[in-house]
């Protein structure tokens, strides 16, 4: 089973920047692609950046051009920093991490979520 935790939230003016941090930990699994999602009070949850264990980035288009996501596979964890933040961009934002793990002779997949951190962007 895996923890994800994640850290870097907050309330940042318009134009503002910030940078959001997942830290993966336990054992037992691996993990191929790590991202970031978010989610508005009543709204479906949506992808915004990932990052496979090669290095591959995918990004949504709301979010290409200001938004990076990076990760240290030593430290199994993931980066994403913010440049030019709208108030659009508030929301709470959810680490995820894809993978698989060895149960019984057999490779399974695995999918493991943060507790999420608050973006507010706002003046």
């Known amino acids: 089973q895996a923890q994800l935790v994640e850290s870097g939230g907050g309330l940042v003016q318009p134009g503002g920047s910030l940078r959001l941090s997942c830290a993966a930990s336990?054992?037992?699994?691996?993990?191929?692609?790590m991202g970031w999602y978010r989610q508005v009070a009543g709204k479906q949850r949506e992808m915004v950046a990932a990052?496979?264990?090669?290095?591959?980035?995918n990004y949504a288009d709301a979010v290409k051009g200001r938004f990076t996501i990076s990760r240290d596979n030593d430290k199994n964890t993931a980066y994403l920093q913010m440049n030019s933040l709208s108030p659009e961009d508030t929301a709470v934002y959810y680490c995820?991490?894809?993978?698989?793990?060895?149960?019984?002779?057999?490779?399974?997949?695995?999918?493991?979520w943060g507790q999420g951190t608050q973006v507010t962007v706002s003046s």
């Open positions: 336990g054992s037992g699994f691996s993990i191929d692609t």
């Open positions: 995820n991490a894809k993978g698989s793990r060895r149960a019984g002779g057999y490779l399974l997949p695995v999918d493991y």
């Open positions: 990052i496979t264990s090669s290095g591959l980035p």
